[in-house]
């Protein structure tokens, strides 16, 4: 939409309401103008996986956070990717922080679609309160069967879960939809403590993903 004009004939008016006129132009400039992406918003490359320094989740462009491995010994699983509104270099950042968020996955070997969803699981259970595991039984359980219903991950998917900030979560597979997105307000930020809680799949995974040495 292109913004109102407004006129303003400085010489006219008298010095204190130059000025005054002055900050109002300044106050239309910085509600008009968008706000620019960081300059560090930018791609990046991580055991040969390009990961995008940008992503739009519900309509708002979400910058990286960071990225991390999740790595067993040798073996190497996926290249994860934590995107959000602003900086986070904290889990209680992160978990605080209003709007649309993205977990993406990139996977680096070929995985059974239900190996991914145990893990899942585990990791939720494990990061979460004795209070919150029966609110999240239910909600879960709909995930995995979203994540078994891919049957099996490939080296070089792409898995994206949004959360579009108004409490629903969607599930992606290499841009496409899987199943309808799940409401609840509990399941996300379960998912993201397995990532960087007190209790995470990878130590320096998590802390690539907040942007720390890893």
Do not use: C
């Amino acid at each position: 939409m292109t913004p109102p004009s407004v006129s303003v004939r400085l010489q006219k008016a008298p010095v204190g309401s130059r000025w005054a006129l002055v900050g109002l132009l300044s106050v239309l400039v910085l509600v008009l103008v968008p706000k620019p992406l960081r300059a560090n918003a930018q791609d990046v490359k991580v055991e040969g996986q390009a990961i995008a320094g940008t992503a739009n989740v519900a309509g708002t462009v979400l910058e990286l956070n960071g990225t991390g491995v999740r790595q067993v010994a040798w073996f190497k699983g996926y290249v994860a990717a934590l995107y959000l509104r602003d900086r986070a270099s904290t889990p209680e950042q992160v978990l605080a922080m209003a709007g649309p968020k993205r977990v993406q996955l990139r996977m680096l070997y070929d995985v059974p679609a239900k190996e991914l969803s145990k893990a899942v699981h585990k990791g939720v259970l494990r990061n979460s309160s004795d209070v919150l595991k029966p609110k999240l039984l239910a909600p879960l359980a709909a995930f995995e069967e979203q994540i078994n219903a891919v049957e099996k991950v490939r080296k070089g998917d792409v898995v994206d879960i949004d959360h579009d900030g108004a409490g629903a979560m969607v599930l992606s597979v290499n841009g496409a939809v899987r199943g309808d997105p799940l409401a609840g307000a509990d399941l996300f930020p379960a998912l993201l403590r397995a990532f960087v809680g007190e209790r995470p799949y990878d130590d320096r995974m998590k802390a690539g993903l907040l942007g720390q040495p890893s």
